[in-house]
T-cell receptor, first 114, second 114 residues
Framework: KNQVEQSPQSLIILEGKNCTLQ??????????LRWYKQDTGRGPVSLTI?????NTKSNGRYTATLDADTKQSSLHITASQLSDSASYIC?????????????FGQGTTLQVKP | DGGITQSPKYLFRKEGQNVTLSCEQN?????MYWYRQDPGQGLRLIYY???????QKGDIAEGYSVSREKKESFPLTVTSAQKNPTAFYLC?????????????FGAGSRLTVL
């Protein structure tokens, strides 16, 4: 069964600190892995997208890694800001024929406190 | 300013009523999607459309209906047959439906059944 599991479920950190969010997946065939940021009451916004051959990709203070052998990905946030408070969703695309095969994780809720 | 507009943002429905959620995009995207988001769960696909006048059921289509009469518009009707309709509904679009296409999401509509 295609699944995407994220951990932790929620996280609280102090402003300025770093944090790492985890994503484990069992999706076949693998096409790509995306990280989205979703502010409360808003739609998700794409942060990064990585294919099988990419093992790291950065977007400002966000750095995503992908280990296709162990089927794990992480999202590292550097020097957190209050605006980073949001839900972070890992999404894996299964195959290339149909975007309807996107498998969504349940998300990690991050709260950054001053 | 290109994007996806969902309306209304909040909607209350009495049991037994049908309601329609609007989704309009000016990104010239061919594909459009409806997802349902519940607390602690990943997004689940309701319906998607790859082209005008064509749409396909997703994983949880029962109790929902859609139409795609124009490229820009993809309204979702939540019918009285949907037994647990209270949720956050997200509309998305993409250039195509291959696994490489990135989804652009609207801001969402929150439906509450009274």
């Amino acid at each position: 069964k295609n699944q995407v599991e994220q951990s932790p479920q929620s996280l609280i950190i102090l402003e300025g600190k770093n944090c790492t969010l985890q994503c484990n997946y069992t999706v076949s065939p693998f096409s790509n892995l995306r990280w989205y940021k979703q502010d409360t009451g808003r739609g998700p916004v794409s942060l990064t997208i990585m294919t099988f051959s990419e093992n790291t990709k950065s977007n400002g203070r966000y750095t995503a890694t992908l280990d296709a052998d162990t089927k794990q990905s992480s999202l590292h946030i550097t020097a957190s800001q209050l605006s980073d408070s949001a839900s972070y969703i890992c999404v894996v695309s299964a195959g290339s024929s149909n975007t309807g095969k996107l498998i969504f994780g349940q998300g990690t809720t991050l709260q950054v406190k001053p | 300013d290109g994007g996806i507009t969902q309306s209304p943002k909040y909607l209350f429905r009495k049991e037994g009523q049908n309601v329609t959620l609007s989704c309009e995009q000016n990104l010239n995207h061919d594909a459009m999607y409806w997802y349902r988001q519940d607390p602690g769960q990943g997004l689940r696909l309701i319906y998607y459309s790859q082209i005008v006048n064509d749409f396909q059921k997703g994983d949880i289509a029962e109790g929902y209906s859609v139409s795609r009469e124009k490229k820009e518009s993809f309204p979702l009707t939540v019918t009285s047959a949907q037994k647990n309709p209270t949720a956050f509904y997200l509309c998305a679009s993409s250039m195509g439906t291959s696994g490489a296409n990135v989804l652009t999401f609207g801001a969402g509509s929150r439906l509450t059944v009274l």
